[in-house]
């Protein structure tokens, strides 16, 4: 499959080791830094004037910041920003993911938290690193809901991991089919996909539900992003708890969840697919949108009640060098949820567990897949 991508943005690192250039106050604003010089067309040695640190110093952090894929080096001393890097530009949420609290004390926890007496072999979101770093009784939700600003730099990171996926959840599936119905954006957040999805698709209806604290700032993004020229009403949000019965039942709804089910241990996953189960009609789509682990063929999985097969790729065919951001997010939700990405047969175990059924996958131009899903018939069970 080729992959359509932007032009790379080379930077290139001249001059000799006596060359000095600015370095900012954090490692990834260096790289950042040489793009508004790129931009400005401003030759790394107009920098002269600003020296607080040597070329060569600047060439060996962006070297490190390389092997992370931030950003990505073409040659040696070239470097380009690519996908995982652009979501770290000033005034985007991606620095929100970065820039997070508490990220180093449940980090310096996790060694703890492994051979832990109580919690090592517990699989309950009660007994992670989350708790021993932060002291607390309580799951990662319900203690985020009492720091304001906590939950909001951690809503910003959310939204910042799902723009990082948006441009390929919105290219690669067939969002038209879904036109006949209202889509349900089950934990929607603030409505970034669904409001990506409005703007590009302006036949689409879609419903944002979310935990009701959540509802005003999915409010205030839908009115501040949503193309002012849609029809009233194209995007809502509304409340609604994610293990409460689903108030929108029947076949003309479709349901989606994004970077959802990977926050919950398996137990909880079938529960939140069972409360869609019972709401979806026979026509029904529920999409589950997440990350697909494993070593799985390069070629074609059948799929249970399908004569077509579903074609899936790894991801790092998919995304070369940014496909070690999935691997760093699942070490996170390990720590904060005791939770993982899964594999393809993990996701069926649990999909067919609430009386779903997969129908199609679909590979993106992201380190997630689209497993489109609907309910057993009762000829089927």
């Known amino acids: 499959m080729t992959v359509p991508t932007q032009p790379s943005e080379l930077l290139p690192i001249e001059g000799t080791m006596n060359k000095h250039i600015t370095l900012p106050q954090t490692l990834q604003d260096v790289y950042l830094e040489l793009r508004r010089e790129k931009e400005e067309n401003a030759a790394l040695k107009q920098l002269v004037g600003r020296l607080v640190a040597e070329h060569n110093k600047l060439a060996v952090a962006l070297a490190g910041l390389a092997e992370f894929c931030h950003p990505h080096a073409t040659q040696d001393g070239i470097f380009a920003l690519n996908r ?18 508490n990220y180093m004390r449940i980090a310096e926890a996790l060694p703890r938290w492994l051979v832990h007496p109580e919690f090592r072999f517990s699989k309950s979101p009660d007994h992670t690193a989350f708790q021993l770093a932060n002291n607390t009784t309580k799951p990662f939700f319900e203690w985020v809901k009492d720091d304001r600003d906590y939950l909001d730099r951690f809503a910003a990171g959310v939204e910042a991991i799902g723009e990082y996926v948006t441009p390929g959840i919105l290219s690669d599936y067939p969002w038209q089919t879904c036109s006949e119905s209202t889509i349900v954006d089950c934990a929607g957040g603030k409505g970034s996909l669904s409001i990506a999805l409005a703007n590009k698709f302006p036949a689409l209806r879609l419903v944002v539900q979310e935990r009701e604290e959540m509802v005003g700032p999915a409010e205030a993004n839908i009115k501040a992003r949503l193309d002012p020229n849609l029809v009233h009403g194209t995007v809502v949000a509304e409340a609604n708890d994610l293990f409460s019965v689903q108030p929108r039942t029947g076949d003309k709804y479709t349901f989606m969840l ?3 089910l990977h926050d919950w241990p398996e137990a909880q996953a079938v529960n939140i697919l069972e409360k869609l189960a019972a709401a979806a009609g026979p026509k029904s789509k529920i999409l589950i949108i997440e990350t697909i682990s494993g070593h799985y063929p390069d070629t074609h999985v059948e799929l ?32 904060i949820l005791n939770c993982h990405e899964r594999t393809l047969d993990q996701w069926r175990t649990i999909i067919s567990q609430a009386g779903l059924v997969i129908t199609g996958v679909y590979k993106l131009r992201a380190y997630v897949s689209i497993m489109e899903c609907r309910t057993i018939h009762a000829d089927e069970s």
């Open 84 to 101: 995982s890097s652009r979501i770290l530009l000033q005034g985007q949420r991606g620095r929100a993911v970065v820039m997070a609290p």
């Open 258 to 260: 994004r970077h959802v």
């Open 304 to 335: 249970e009640h399908s004569t077509a097969p579903a074609s899936l790729i790894t991801e790092q065919t998919i995304l070369n060098s940014s496909f070690r951001m999935p691997q760093a997010l699942a070490l996170h939700l390990l720590c």
